[in-house]
Structure formats: structure tokens, C-alpha cells
């Protein structure tokens, strides 16, 4: 079966430095997202990216974040100095349409900001 | 405001011994919605997709159901094996993109 793939599993970065979380999503999907998971509460939206541009961000998804496609298979999240309250497990997704069907996420990528 | 719930938080069952879990859901216009089951550490992983009131969908020992209001999901005869957290996630019709908004999830733990 198909899967999203994401590295790393797991990061430890210091406050205030860049962190490039990094995903490929399931290869003809055309939607892609990230989300993420602060320890112990819910699964929250981030942003959506769809023809190279970002179709949707949160509140949450400030200037401090960004994300790219740089090629035609790599899905990257980056958080240009990142705060404590960064530290969360990173959830990339992708599906093949924008209406209903199958939402697929990765295993995460668990961040640690010290 | 689009908006889930989830109940119980938590429920412990017996192998064996039969439960539903409830999602209500508050959106402007619902496209889907959706079942996951997450374990530990891990990335929610696809149960099910919901469209309209009266729908129903089987996987093993997992039954969904959606009215206008909530979702519930049934499982019968649970195994050890079925522990994990249950999510509930909702799709606007009016959003922009397919996002989700995720509910607070029923941790489920089944002993045997």
C-alpha cells in the first residue's frame, strides 16, 4: 500500500535555530499538508499546498514557517528559528482530490526544541 | 464555528465486550467525515470516510455511522489488539482546501 514518508523520525534542535522537516508524499496525490500535534492535545492544521502554492495556512502558521516543493516528489516544512513552544510531532498528508476521499499522514516527525 | 467533539475520553472495555464512540460535529456545510485510529508515537492512520446523513461503513470489528449531528463509532467485539486512540476529523464544504478539523480522540484500551 502507498505511504507517506517522513524524516526525521526525530529531531532535537536548540532554540532559535532553522529546522527543515522533510516529506514525500504518495506520488500521484496533488494536495498536501501538514499538520501537527502538540503532546497530549488535538491534530492541528498547519497549511495546504496545491499547484505549488500554499492554498491554505492557520493562525498557527506564522512567518516564522514556510514550505516548499523544491522537486517533484519532496514536500518540506521549515521553521526558521523555532521557539519552545515549537516542540510537537509534525504530521505531513497528501490525497489525490480536494473533495472528501482518503486523507493519507505520514509517521511523524517528533521535534524537541531545547 | 466548525467545531468536534469527541466522548468518552477515555474507555476501557473487556475483550469481548461491545462499545460505541461519539463524535458530534458542528460545521458549516459538511463534506466528509472521518475515523482514524492513531497509536502511540505514530501518524493517524485511515479508518474511514462519511458523506451524508445515514451512511454506514464496515472494517472487521469497526462500524461508522453519521447522522446530521454525530458520528458513532461501533466496534464489536473488541480485541487486545483494537487499543489505540479513535479520531474524528470533519471537512467544511465552505473551506478553501480539504482540510480536517480534528477532535480530542477516545483513547480505547480493550484487556484481555
Known amino acids: 500500500e502507498p505511504e507517506v514518508t517522513q524524516t526525521p523520525s526525530h529531531q532535537v534542535t536548540q532554540m532559535g535555530q532553522e529546522v527543515i522537516l522533510r516529506c514525500v508524499p504518495i506520488?500521484?496525490?496533488?494536495?498536501f499538508y501538514w499538520y501537527r500535534q502538540i503532546l497530549g492535545q488535538k491534530v492541528e492544521f498547519l497549511v495546504s499546498?496545491?499547484?505549488?502554492?500554499?492554498?491554505?495556512k492557520s493562525e498557527i502558521f506564522d512567518d516564522q514557517f514556510s514550505v516548499e516543493r523544491p522537486d517533484g516528489s519532496n514536500f518540506t516544512l521549515k521553521i526558521r528559528s523555532t521557539k519552545l513552544e515549537d516542540s510537537a510531532m509534525y504530521f505531513c498528508a497528501s490525497t489525490a482530490e480536494r473533495s472528501g476521499n482518503t486523507i493519507y499522514f505520514g509517521e511523524g516527525s517528533w521535534l524537541t526544541v531545547v | 464555528e466548525d467545531q468536534v467533539t469527541q466522548s468518552p475520553e477515555a474507555l476501557r472495555l473487556q475483550e469481548g465486550e461491545s462499545s460505541s464512540l461519539n463524535c458530534s460535529y458542528t460545521v458549516s456545510g459538511l463534506r466528509g467525515l472521518f475515523w482514524y485510529r492513531q497509536d502511540p508515537g505514530k501518524g493517524p492512520e485511515f479508518l474511514f470516510t462519511?458523506?451524508?446523513a445515514g451512511e454506514e461503513k464496515e472494517k472487521e470489528r469497526l462500524k461508522a455511522t453519521l447522522t446530521k449531528k454525530e458520528s458513532f463509532l461501533h466496534i464489536t467485539a473488541p480485541k487486545p489488539e483494537d487499543s489505540a486512540t479513535y479520531l474524528c476529523?470533519?471537512?467544511?464544504?465552505?473551506?478553501?482546501?480539504?482540510?480536517?478539523?480534528f477532535g480530542t480522540g477516545t483513547l480505547l484500551a480493550v484487556q484481555p
Open positions: 506520488s500521484n496525490h496533488l494536495y
Open positions: 499546498f496545491y499547484n505549488n502554492e500554499i492554498s491554505e
Open positions: 462519511l458523506y451524508s
Open positions: 476529523a470533519v471537512q467544511a464544504r465552505s473551506g478553501a482546501t480539504n482540510k480536517l478539523i
